[in-house]
């Protein structure tokens, strides 16, 4: 969100409409032009464009870590942990990376958006579990900050899709080419992947 004002810099006649949506998304029965998703980037009918590995950070406020400061992995258990709906077991995952018994997991509530979590986190209610990329904003404001650097590798990346097959609009072509040249800076260098219906 925060470097789309430099898209509309670029392409000041190009509207961008956003919307946040749980699961699969269907191009032809939702209205979409293009969706960002996260996976192994088969989609069938749709070309994928590869942005940026995922790798999941710990994150706390600096309040809560200077009051109950986290020196080891199990020091997590003493924290309500944050989860997002759509990865609520990624917590799970995290434990399980550091060969900790899942079943001492403090479960805290859990938010349809990340930015939605990211400020639950901010303002002390628990410890998150998010995107690297997602949070580097806050990370480098101070607003949040590593619990424990123990990130999580999912093993997923983040792709711009794409309808296969149809000549893509103007607007769409200018989206993708913007994105990639971010992702190319931002990250590593994306690649195409298409997958025929």
Not at 44 to 62: A, M, R
Not at 73 to 89: E, F, G, K, N, Y
Not at 176 to 181: D, G, K, P, T, V
Request: aromatic share 8%; net charge negative.
């Amino acid at each position: 969100m925060p470097r789309l004002s430099d898209f509309y810099k670029r392409h000041p006649g190009v509207l961008i409409n956003l919307h946040s949506r749980i699961g699969q998304f269907d191009f032809e029965h939702n209205g979409i032009d293009a969706a960002i998703g996260v996976g192994d980037g088969a989609w069938p009918g749709l070309v994928s464009y590869k942005l940026c590995d995922e790798t999941l950070l710990p994150i706390i406020s600096p309040s809560i870590a200077q009051t109950h400061p986290i020196r080891a992995p199990r020091d997590l258990t003493r924290h309500l942990l944050l989860r997002v709906a759509a990865r609520s077991d990624s917590w799970i995952r995290w434990f399980e990376d550091q060969q900790i018994d899942e079943r001492s997991i403090n479960v805290g509530p859990q938010f349809e958006l990340t930015s939605h979590l990211i400020e639950a986190v901010s303002s002390g209610i628990g410890i998150g579990l998010v995107p690297s990329f997602l949070v580097q904003d806050e990370l480098a404001s101070g607003a949040v900050m590593l619990a424990i650097d123990r990130p999580l590798r999912t093993g997923l990346s983040y792709y711009l899709f794409l309808p296969a097959g149809d000549q893509p609009l103007p607007q769409s072509v200018a989206f993708r080419e913007w994105i990639l040249s971010r992702a190319q800076q931002d990250f590593a260098e994306p690649h195409t992947v298409s997958h025929p219906r």
